[in-house]
Structure formats: structure tokens, C-alpha cells
């Protein structure tokens, strides 16, 4: 089976309501769709998380695969990427992005031609109902909705969807200049819901060490599942580790450094990020050997979300709740999406490979909203419009 054609779309996918987070508020992510065609006509999916990779696929990747086998994932990976650490060591962190988009859309492929789900070709299922937290954070008001401006306003989000999601499992930002905003949120959303409630943060590596220190201690008492990134660097979080029995998690995937310095506890990834989804499953296996957990983070579309159930399906050791913003995306550039978990579960797809279908209407309104307006802007600060945070906030 050989590839006719490669495109890559760049597009926003906006969220209901612009969440604050460390550098401000953020309205959407940007993302690259990547589509795979054979000679046949099947078409694999994938999803890249930066619209850089639209112009590294379109103009120098795709030329390059055009005419391959589509079954050949390891000889795609010879002619789009140099040597491994070639491309690490100059932080080239984009093609490796692009080229596992279009990794996830040959495995697509793989699937869709031989008529099994993407977890049946990556081994089987250990699990099919797949846990996801919903995400609560301080927002802003949308188009149609009025954001949680109090943290009062946010633990009222978060009953409401456990009262009508059956929700037990939430993840949240912790990272408001005064920590004590944050904290507050936490207190209320533990009375609220009581011990049921699992309840991970995520700080962004807002705070100084000296500031973790002293929010250690009433987040231990809170019962905190989990602290993202509580400061700036993985050292600091090694000292902070003196202080605080709550596990850490990072995004940083240098599981060498965390085997030598004993700290994350957990790494949150996506599988593009470490080059598709072959790779993904061979560093969850490092992981398991290390002890270190894994999950997947949030933002992507339907698509990159599909990978993610059919990885958590066939890998044990992906054992914790993944992030998810679903609740917070009134909209996916697939006819399935955006999916929405039930008793803090999504099931995984049975449908051949990832199981989700484009919606070409939602594709096109989405790239015209990259094309009108550029790519969503992570740092923007409402309260200084045009400067720029600077860490630590505290």
C-alpha cells in the first residue's frame, strides 16, 4: 500500500472560555492535522500539538514519504528524521513533533487496512473504559459562557459535574500569583465533594522553592493526589522533595535524569512529542522498568485524544487518569468529538484504527480561524495586554 499524498493543516481549536494559568489566560490550542492518503484512498489521521509541523510536513516531509510503503513506519522514520540524538541535541523538538503526527496517521492506516481497532495491532486491551479528570481553573468569560471568576465559582464547576458526570477525578491549574487564590479553590472543592474527590494540580513551575515549601504542608493535608511542576527545575523539585510527600509529575521526558535524581514521579506526555506512537510504547516501557508513571495531558483534538485511549487500552502501566479539557471544548474537527467521559471514563473506539472520523466542515472553520487570526496565544496576560510574566509568580 503506498502513499499518494501528504497534508498538514494548521488550526485553532478554541476552548468555551479562556482558563488562567501561570503566563495569564488561555482561549485554544494550535495544532497541526496531519492526513495520510494511499493509492487505494484510505486516509490515516494524525495530530501534531504546535502548527509549526504544518510547514516542516508539507514542505520537506512529504516529498520525502510519497510513493513509500504506508505499512514501512520504520523506514518513514529513517528518511524524515536524522539520528535521534542528532535532533535532540539542537532542541529540534518540531520535526520530531511532525514527524509523530504523521507517525499516528500511518498507524491509522495500519489499522483502517486491516480492520482492527489501533489497540489490537499494539498488543490488546488490558483495560477499554479509559480514566480522564475534568479540568477546573479560574476563567475568563467566553462567547456563550461565563468563566469561574472565584474560587468559590470553581468548586460550584466542580459539583456540577460531578452531579451530572458522575465526575470524581479532577485536575486543576494551581498557579495564581497569590498561591492563596489556588489553595482556596482546593479547600473548598475537598469540602465540596468530601475524601471521594481525586484531586491532582498543576502549578506550571510558578512557584519559587521557598513558596512550594510553605504550600507543602496544608496541600498534604488536603489529600493532593499529584503536584505538576510545582517550581522551576528539576533540581528544585528534588529539594522540594524534602519537604513533600506529594508526588510530582513534569512534562520534561528525561527519564535518565529522573532515574538519577529520584524525582518526577510521573511524567505527562504526548505521544507526538516523543516521536509517535512506537516510540510512546517503547518509553512507557522504560518507565515501568524505572517506576515512574505516566500519563497523557490535554489539549488535542478528537484525534490525538483517540490515540491516547487506544495507548491507555493496550499499556498496563499507564495506570493513572489522564488530563482532559472536554468538558472545555465546545467543539472537535471530528464527527465524534469532543469526547465526554461518564464516571471519569471515556470507552475506548472500536471502529479500525484510531476510530474517529474528520469532520471536513469543523476542519475548515478551524484552519480559517489559524489563517484570520494566527495561532491561539498562550501568553497573553489581560491584566498587562503586550508584556510578558516572568517566573517565579511567588
Excluded at 504523521?102 to 487496512?113: F, P, Q, V
Excluded at 527519564?255 to 535524581?261: S, V, W
Excluded at 483517540?306 to 464527527?335: K, V
Aim: proline share 6%; charged share 25%; aromatic share 8%.
Amino acid at each position: 500500500m503506498k502513499i499518494r499524498g501528504i497534508t498538514a493543516t494548521p488550526i485553532n481549536l478554541r476552548l468555551e472560555a479562556p482558563y488562567g494559568w501561570v503566563f495569564g489566560e488561555l482561549d485554544g490550542f494550535s495544532q497541526t492535522i496531519v492526513e495520510v492518503e494511499t493509492e487505494e484512498g484510505l486516509i490515516g489521521l494524525g495530530e501534531a500539538p504546535t502548527p509549526a509541523a504544518a510547514a516542516i510536513i508539507n514542505d520537506v516531509l512529504a516529498a520525502r514519504l510519497v510513493g513509500r510503503d504506508a505499512f514501512d513506519i520504520a523506514g518513514a522514520e529513517h528518511v524524515c528524521l536524522p539520528y535521534w540524538t542528532g535532533v535532540q541535541s539542537i532542541n529540534d523538538r518540531t520535526r520530531i513533533m511532525a514527524f509523530g503526527a504523521i507517525e499516528m496517521a500511518l498507524w491509522d492506516l495500519r489499522g483502517k487496512a486491516w480492520k482492527q481497532p489501533l489497540y489490537q495491532l499494539l498488543g490488546g486491551a488490558v483495560r477499554k473504559d479509559i480514566p480522564f479528570t475534568d479540568y477546573f481553573s479560574l476563567r475568563g468569560d467566553g462567547p456563550k459562557v461565563k468563566g469561574e471568576t472565584t474560587p468559590e465559582e470553581v468548586a460550584d464547576y466542580c459539583v456540577e459535574l460531578h452531579e451530572t458526570h458522575g465526575t470524581t477525578f479532577f485536575e486543576g491549574k494551581f498557579s495564581t500569583e497569590d498561591p492563596k487564590v489556588s489553595l482556596r479553590m482546593v479547600e473548598l472543592i475537598r469540602e465540596k465533594l468530601g475524601d471521594e474527590a481525586m484531586i491532582r494540580i498543576d502549578s506550571n513551575q510558578a512557584y519559587s522553592l521557598a513558596t512550594a515549601r510553605r504550600l507543602a504542608r496544608p496541600l498534604e493535608e488536603l489529600g493532593v493526589r499529584n503536584w505538576e511542576d510545582p517550581v522551576a527545575t528539576i533540581e528544585e523539585m528534588r529539594q522540594l522533595r524534602q519537604h513533600c510527600s506529594i508526588p510530582f509529575s513534569t512534562h520534561n521526558i528525561d527519564i535518565a535524569r529522573a532515574m538519577d535524581l529520584k524525582v518526577p514521579d510521573a511524567f505527562v506526555g504526548n505521544p507526538t512529542a516523543h516521536g509517535g506512537i512506537g516510540r510512546l510504547t517503547r518509553f512507557v516501557g522504560a518507565c515501568e522498568h524505572a517506576g515512574v508513571d505516566f500519563w497523557c495531558y490535554s489539549g488535542d483534538s478528537g484525534i490525538g485524544s483517540a490515540a491516547y485511549l487506544h495507548l491507555c487500552a493496550a499499556l498496563g502501566w499507564i495506570r493513572e487518569p489522564n488530563q482532559s479539557l472536554f468538558r472545555m471544548q465546545p467543539m472537535d474537527i471530528t464527527e465524534e468529538g469532543p469526547f465526554s467521559p461518564r464516571n471519569n471514563v471515556v470507552r475506548v473506539p472500536e471502529v479500525p484504527g484510531l476510530g474517529v472520523t474528520l469532520s471536513r466542515k469543523n476542519l475548515t472553520a478551524c484552519h480559517r480561524d489559524f489563517v484570520e487570526n494566527g495561532p491561539c496565544n498562550k501568553y497573553h496576560d489581560p491584566a498587562k495586554p503586550g508584556t510578558y510574566r516572568r517566573l517565579p509568580l511567588n
